[in-house]
Structures are given as C-alpha cells and as structure tokens.
C-alpha cells in the first residue's frame, strides 16, 4: 500500500476548546475537515485503488465500541481507563479530520488526570454526540464519492 504520510497529519496545533465550549458552542464548524478525507482518499492499495472506503469502515466500527468502554469507565470512576481510551481516541479522530472530536478527546484525558469525574462524564456524554455528527457526515461524503 503507498502512503502519503501528509494525508493523515494530526492536528496538535489545533488551539482546543473549553468544556464550556465543547458542550454548548454557538457557533459550528464541521464534524470533519473535509480536506483531510480528500488526502486520506490518496492512499491507493496495490492497484492504484483508494483504501478510503476501507478506512473508513474500520474507523466507523471500532469508535462505537470504544464510546462503549468510555462509559463504563467514566461511570466506575476509572480515570485512568477513561484516560487510556481518550488517548486512543484522540489519534484516530484527528487521522480523519474531526478535529471537534479529536480536542474533547483531549479535553476528556485532560479532565481523567485531574480527577474531576464531573467534567469527565459531562465530556463523554459531548463526544458521543460530536460523534453521531461525525460520523452523519462520513456517511454522506461516502455516499456521495
């Protein structure tokens, strides 16, 4: 598989958001830069064909399960699992350009280490939500190619 490593470039430099923001901003960017998918649709398997479809099918089953386990670690007060996936979570949503996602997974590890478990259930609950946008939006940008 030829890779073109800028396709998948993480946004660190991404200023974040507060929790005030995360949870209630007025003003809305998209779920997904979209600029990103259109690099991430370069990577071609040995044929020349893009992997796109595959990428984003593994992306789109593997977060459902890992907002699973965010759940119940938030709600045993497990900080540092909650951590742990955060963490996970933060690279995989930035590889896809849902740079909303990938600053509450951020936000959620940053909220785990302190130990405020009310900030931590209040972002778990805000990063599902920015994930059904995301994940909206994946869909019908797949739809349409």
């Known amino acids: 598989m030829r890779q073109d490593r800028t396709a998948v470039a993480q946004p660190e430099g991404m200023p974040g958001r507060d929790i005030g923001e995360a949870v209630g901003s007025v003003e809305e960017s998209p ?3 979209e600029t ?3 690099q991430l649709a370069t990577i071609t398997d040995g ?3 893009s992997v796109l479809g595959e990428l984003l099918h593994a992306f789109l089953s593997a977060v ?3 907002l699973e386990t965010l759940d119940r ?3 045993a007060g497990e900080l540092v ?3 742990d996936q955060a963490h996970a979570l933060t690279g995989s949503a930035a590889s ?4 909303g996602m990938a600053d509450l997974c951020r ?3 940053a909220s785990a280490q302190t130990g405020d478990l009310e900030a931590t259930q209040r972002l778990v609950g805000a990063l599902h939500a920015e994930f059904l946008k995301v994940r909206a939006w994946l869909v019908t940008f797949r739809d349409r190619s």
């Open 36 to 38: 990103v998918i259109e």
């Open 96 to 99: 896809f350009g849902a740079r």
């Open 107 to 109: 936000q959620l590890r």
């Open 64 to 66: 459902p399960g890992r």
């Open 73 to 75: 670690a938030a709600s």
């Open 81 to 83: 699992a909650v951590g």
């Open 31 to 33: 779920a997904v830069d």
């Open 47 to 49: 044929q020349g064909f």
